[in-house]
């Protein structure tokens, strides 16, 4: 775990803190994901979904809302799980430089 990804921050001199308004039902959506997923606390998740979104930012919004959709899907069982060359050859279909 790197020193951006600890619990509170607080580890790292160069953290900021910041205010975020969200809808309650989206913090209880975000609450039961980062607890679920297996991190520590809410702001590593936080940290962690937006690096992920900065360091890949050509993934689109679009994207983001298939998977959340499939995960919706395998949940409730109206899917099936798929493996990660699936995944790959998925995205590079998608991708217009493949």
């Not at 775990?1 to 803190?17: H, L, N």
């Not at 039902?25 to 992920?52: H, Q, V």
């Not at 298939?66 to 991708?95: F, K, N, P, T």
């Amino acid at each position: 775990m790197s020193e951006a990804d600890s619990p509170d921050g607080a580890d790292d001199p160069e953290t900021v803190q910041i205010n975020l308004r969200l809808s309650k039902a989206f913090l209880d959506d975000i609450d039961t994901t980062w607890k679920e997923e297996g991190f520590n606390s809410r702001s590593e998740f936080l940290r962690y979904a937006a690096r992920d979104a900065v360091k890949h930012p050509a993934f689109s919004r679009e994207g983001w809302k298939q998977i959340a959709a499939s995960e919706h899907d395998l949940r409730s069982g109206d899917a099936e799980l798929v493996s990660r060359a699936e995944v790959v050859e998925m995205m590079d279909q998608d991708d217009p430089e493949h």
